[in-house]
């Protein structure tokens, strides 16, 4: 399980960094990606950096509970996330699903661990 735990959340800073990095700078993928910078995509960014800095402090202090709120809410949004763009095409909506299911396998080896 903690294992399971780091790696998790070394995937949420390693795919972070560089999206962040890229909304921050604009950059042409990020555009392609995301859409042009928007009040909305600073939202996003936003909620992505906190995202990464929870996920920094977890690796600090691994709390189990804590961890599984955090991917919990990421597996759900990630999920919903190509109901809302209407697409599973996008390179967005395809991440988000992946990554979705390598959290959701995380959180169910906090859950047989804790149960």
Known sequence: ??????????????????????????AAWARESYGDATAARGILLSVYIAIAL???G???????KF??????VQ???KIITPFAVGT???????????IALFHF??????????N
């Open 88 to 98: 599973v095409s996008n390179p967005v909506v395809v991440s988000n699903l992946l």
């Open 58 to 64: 977890l690796l600090v202090r691994t709390e189990p």
């Open 75 to 77: 597996v759900i949004y």
């Open 1 to 26: 399980m903690k294992l399971m735990i780091v790696i998790s959340l070394v995937l949420n800073i390693a795919v972070l960094i560089p999206v962040c990095f890229g909304l921050v700078t604009d």
């Open 105 to 114: 396998v995380t959180l169910f080896f906090i859950y047989r661990e804790n």
């Open 67 to 72: 961890v599984a709120a955090l991917l919990l």
């Open 54 to 56: 929870v996920s920094l």
